[in-house]
């Protein structure tokens, strides 16, 4: 969907963004991790041309960006921001409305969008299409910056810490959110984020900037479990990695399966988390939990020393 190709920018003779070469892949969520300062916005804001490459080029499905007019290529992306920049004398339904109404959508289909995104970032169309902004917290506002961007079902959504400014409740909500509506739509999703916990939770791919280098891309497990420097490493948690590594590994790949479950207690879904069996297993004061997979129809046991590989 996406392709750097030994991308560089320069502000002031200072490299920002530094020969950076990575794809990412279509209908997948990838989140662009790194230090302040690291050039995560900026080669974001290279894909919708709010900057331009010094050399290099990004492709967006095989096509030079270079090549595409700016606003054309804006119409196929959507762009979530921090600030989140909704117009405050204008309604959430105008606000959500704005793109559609520029593509000049007939009024029926925009308010059938309208009411269809509050619904799917969990705002009820009744009551929050005719307020203002100011009129909403924090979150709900996010919440229609995320609407207002997939109004008019963009191919590509940019999201440059997105949830940054809401409390750690409201971001996990509007996490789980993203990450149903990322499911259901198959919208491809660059996503900046300074959030370790974020970049694991939603990112199918976690791509790592350090003074404006790649210096490693891929799976979320992967780079926990080999960290290409001590960088990297340390951006993950440094000594407290391994407890990362526990948010991104099932308790199904885990569990001793060849014996009924020598554990009492409701059983804990083999889709779980190791982080939440280990949870469990320190609230409950056990050293062992019983399983269930129930997609194959198995029982079994998950043992407080499985959780270091079995
Ligand atoms: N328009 C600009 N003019 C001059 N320098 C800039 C400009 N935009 C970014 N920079 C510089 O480029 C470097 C990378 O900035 P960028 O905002 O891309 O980093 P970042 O990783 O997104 O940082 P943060 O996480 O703090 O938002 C920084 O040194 C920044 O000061």
């Known amino acids: 969907m996406i392709r750097f190709d030994a991308v560089t920018k320069s502000f002031g003779g200072r490299k920002a963004v530094d020969d950076v070469s990575f794809a990412v892949e279509p209908g997948t969520v990838c989140a662009l991790v790194g230090t302040s300062g690291s050039g995560k916005s900026t080669l974001l804001r290279m894909v919708n041309r709010l900057e331009n490459p010094d050399s290099g080029r990004i492709l967006f499905d095989g096509v030079d960006i270079a090549g595409l007019a700016p606003v054309e290529l804006r119409r196929r992306i959507g ?27 007939e009024r029926g289909r925009v308010e059938a969008r309208v009411s269809e995104l509050l619904d799917l970032v969990g705002l009820e169309p009744e009551i929050h299409a005719q307020r203002y902004p100011d009129q909403l917290s924090g979150g709900q506002q996010q919440r229609v910056g995320v609407a207002r961007a997939l109004a008019a079902d963009p191919e590509l959504l940019l999201m440059d810490e997105p949830f940054g400014a809401v409390d750690p409740l409201t971001r996990r909500s509007l996490q789980e959110s993203l990450a149903a509506i990322q499911k259901r739509t198959g919208t491809t999703v660059l996503l900046v984020t300074h959030d370790v916990e974020e970049a694991i939770r939603l990112g199918g791919t976690i791509a790592m900037l350090e003074h404006g280098r790649l210096v490693q891309a891929g ?5 926990l479990a080999h960290p290409a420097s001590e960088q990297v490493a340390r951006f993950f948690g440094g000594p407290l990695l391994g407890l990362h590594l526990l948010q991104v590994l099932n308790v199904g790949e885990r569990t001793d399966f060849s014996a009924a479950p020598a554990a009492d207690g409701e059983p804990i879904p083999a889709g779980a988390t190791l982080e939440e069996a280990l949870a469990r297993m320190i609230a409950d004061g056990v050293a062992h939990l019983p399983v269930l997979d129930a997609a194959n129809g198995r029982r079994g046991t998950l043992n407080l020393t499985d959780l270091v590989g079995r």
């Not at 117009?87 to 520029?102: D, E, G, M």
């Open 79 to 105: 762009y979530v921001i921090q600030s989140i920049g909704l117009f405050p004398h204008w309604t959430v339904a105008r606000n959500i409305a704005t793109v559609p109404r520029l593509l000049g959508w």
């Open 219 to 223: 799976a979320p497990a992967a780079v």
